[in-house]
């Protein structure tokens, strides 16, 4: 495709805006968009991402949280700055008037930087609502913008061990002392080489005998008897509790002149008493 001037031209820019009519169509603009920029208070802006993200999935992953679910959030920021946007491989296209394409690449290069478009959103629209009182217009809208604080979550996990620094000191450390010290500060270095073979072998069977009886202690475990539980002696029955023989012998003879459901000998008397005196008042 090539652009050139014709003897009726008498805008000498429209070259430059055929040239971007072009470069929008190149990058899957639709023409009804794209004849737009031939206007005069319309422009283009196309914004390079694809550099932004070195991780391909991060890339990805942020290009996708800038259109949003079913390209709500894109459709969101081209009711507030009045822009046409659309996002294709590695590259934004945005038509619209000068300061909506501002807002766009903002938006744009925030998102790539893993600022969630939703916070850029949320100040246009306060922005959008300031913009109608007059009032307000000369002032610093400063204090009505939200302020988002940016949360760094490290997922690094902390390493087992963490090495302390020491503290530093001019002086360097003192210099560890060699073999030939030790034995001189102990007085091997002076014995005979038959001692010193002596004193290894003396050495090694200490160590041997040590180890055996260790050995032979953890086997005699097995045949040490428990402690046994000490047996416990019943207790004597206290006076409290002992039983009456002598009164209980007195309820058994009791109960054996009464009869269940009978009289006793001293009351039937009173009673056939009681029916003789009543047949006599009869008579």
Same mark, same amino acid.
């Given at each position: 495709?090539? +652009?050139?001037?014709?003897?009726?031209?008498?805008?000498?820019?429209? @070259?430059?805006?055929?040239?971007?009519?072009?470069?929008?169509?190149?990058?899957?603009?639709?023409?009804?968009?794209?004849?737009?920029?031939?206007?005069?208070?319309?422009?283009?802006?196309?914004?390079? @991402?694809?550099?932004?993200?070195?991780?391909?999935?991060?890339?990805?992953?942020?290009?996708?949280?800038?259109?949003?679910?079913?390209?709500?959030?894109?459709? $969101?920021?081209?009711?507030?700055?009045?822009?046409?946007?659309?996002?294709?491989?590695?590259?934004?296209?945005?038509?619209?008037?000068?300061?909506?394409?501002?807002?766009?690449?903002?938006?744009?290069?925030?998102?790539?930087?893993?600022?969630?478009? @939703?916070?850029?959103?949320?100040?246009?629209?306060?922005?959008?609502?300031?913009?109608?009182?007059?009032?307000?217009?000369?002032?610093?809208?400063?204090?009505?913008?939200?302020?988002?604080?940016?949360?760094? +979550?490290?997922?690094? *996990?902390?390493?087992?061990? *963490?090495?302390?620094?020491?503290?530093?000191?001019?002086?360097?450390?003192?210099?560890?002392?060699?073999?030939?010290? *030790?034995?001189?500060?102990?007085?091997?270095?002076?014995?005979?080489?038959?001692?010193?073979?002596?004193?290894?072998?003396?050495?090694?069977?200490?160590?041997?005998?040590?180890?055996?009886?260790?050995?032979?202690?953890?086997?005699?475990?097995?045949?040490?008897?428990?402690?046994?539980?000490?047996?416990?002696?019943?207790?004597?029955?206290?006076?409290?509790?002992?039983?009456? +023989?002598?009164?209980?012998?007195?309820?058994?003879?009791? $109960?054996?002149?009464?009869?269940?459901?009978?009289?006793?000998?001293?009351?039937?008397?009173?009673?056939?008493?009681?029916?003789?005196?009543?047949?006599?008042?009869?008579?």
């Amino acid at each position: 495709m090539t +652009v050139c001037t014709t003897k009726k031209t008498f805008d000498p820019y429209i @070259i430059i805006r055929a040239r971007d009519l072009i470069k929008l169509l190149a990058r899957s603009v639709s023409f009804e968009q794209a004849v737009r920029i031939l206007q005069d208070d319309i422009a283009c802006d196309i914004i390079k @991402i694809g550099s932004l993200v070195r991780n391909k999935e991060r890339f990805v992953k942020r290009r996708q949280r800038l259109i949003g679910p079913k390209g709500s959030t894109l459709k $969101a920021l081209e009711l507030l700055t009045n822009c046409y946007i659309m996002v294709q491989g590695n590259t934004v296209s945005a038509i619209g008037p000068f300061n909506g394409l501002k807002e766009v690449r903002k938006v744009v290069l925030d998102t790539m930087k893993n600022i969630h478009p @939703i916070y850029n959103i949320k100040t246009l629209m306060i922005k959008r609502e300031l913009a109608k009182d007059s009032e307000l217009r000369s002032q610093s809208w400063e204090r009505f913008l939200p302020h988002f604080k940016h949360k760094n +979550v490290n997922k690094r *996990k902390e390493p087992k061990k *963490k090495t302390v620094k020491k503290e530093y000191t001019p002086f360097p450390p003192p210099q560890p002392e060699s073999q030939i010290d *030790k034995e001189l500060a102990s007085g091997e270095y002076f014995l005979k080489a038959s001692q010193k073979k002596r004193q290894k072998m003396e050495a090694i069977k200490a160590k041997q005998a040590e180890a055996l009886s260790k050995r032979q202690e953890e086997r005699n475990k097995a045949f040490i008897p428990p402690k046994e539980k000490s047996v416990v002696k019943p207790k004597e029955a206290s006076t409290d509790t002992k039983i009456d +023989v002598a009164a209980i012998k007195e309820k058994v003879k009791k $109960a054996k002149n009464k009869k269940l459901g009978a009289l006793t000998t001293e009351e039937v008397k009173l009673k056939m008493e009681a029916d003789e005196k009543k047949k006599k008042k009869k008579k």
